[in-house]
């Protein structure tokens, strides 16, 4: 059986000239139970003491937790003036105590027990949005100014970066864009087609999977896949050059960040974007005609043709017009949470995570303002 673990025992003896013995017994170890210092503090306020002498005949064992008790006895024994000789304690002991005593604490690095008010956190939290709205529209401003050094001829960057750009947001996208796309277009025309049997009207999933597709589903869907795909991708390559000072290196030598690495990221979004949303539309529809076919046994020929008149250019249009400016928001939602990415490893990470947040925000407050815009145009 093992033994019952030694107690630890501290206790102050008081001698005739005022001076306070503190003998120490005992295994002062983590499995002990260890003496707590508020007892003997108590004791050293209320009774007048002119010395503190440290005694430690019955130690038998001790770990790191005696120094941090005679440590709180030390201090509280210099707020009152009272010397304190702790010179027969272990060597160990004596040497922790020296290096802890030999460098005062910095003031404000202990951590106060009451948590900040609600008000205070709330003001924090309202002025942080601010000042990231703030290098929000600086951001967008450097990026417009970009954008007209390119229509001047007098943007610096190169076109191999440009190309290796459009491969990445382009083609290397398909797999992804044709397997959401895919399922997305199953999910809407099978749900849709629930309902619409009620009435008989399964010939509508056409018109109800092609306008839904083309006009939100497609653009919205795939502006959501990019942002975690390329928009992260973005944050992560900036952020990681950030860390090591490549972008200084850019400004040093001259050459605009904005110009050599943000502006060919943002063209080659807004050029596979809009291709991607047109694949994006095709797979969906491909989706909604394949449960049209196979569950309600509506013929391709009759899906077509349903689609025919119910898509026209408008919307069509207006689904190229959002996956333009959905591209837009997520280039910007990427490159600038990697352009202002921190000096750590673990930064990185943060600023990736951050761009995917920013970029579906953007895009859902965009596509809620674009529709909101279209319906009231009757478009």
Known sequence: MNSKPSASDARIDWQDDGVACLVIEGEWLKHSRIERSERILTQLRDTPCSRLVVQTEGLTDWD???PSFLLHVIRE???RDIPCDF???PAGAHDLLQLA????ERAGARRSGKSPAFFHGFSRYVFGLVNDGRHLVVFIGELVLALATLLCGRARFRGVDLAIFIQDAGPGGFVIVS????LVGLILAFVGALQLAMFGAQIYIADLVALGTVREMGPLMT???MSGRTGAAYAAQLGTMTVNSEIDALRTMGISPMEFLVLPRTLALVLMMPLLTLYACLMGIVGGGLVSNLAFNITLIQYYNQIIKAVDLYDVSIGFFKSAV???L???AGCRRGMQCGRSASAVGDAATASVVDSIIYLVVADSIMTLICNALGI
């Not at 005593?101 to 005062?104: D, G, I, K, N, Y």
């Not at 397997?179 to 895919?182: A, K, M, P, Y």
């Open 179 to 182: 397997i959401i796309s895919l």
């Open 77 to 79: 024994c210099g707020k």
């Open 101 to 104: 005593l030999a460098v005062p």
């Open 330 to 332: 997520i280039a910007i």
């Open 326 to 328: 959905f591209a837009v």
């Open 223 to 225: 502006a959501i896949i």
């Open 64 to 66: 790191s937790r005696l």
């Open 87 to 89: 010179q027969q304690i």
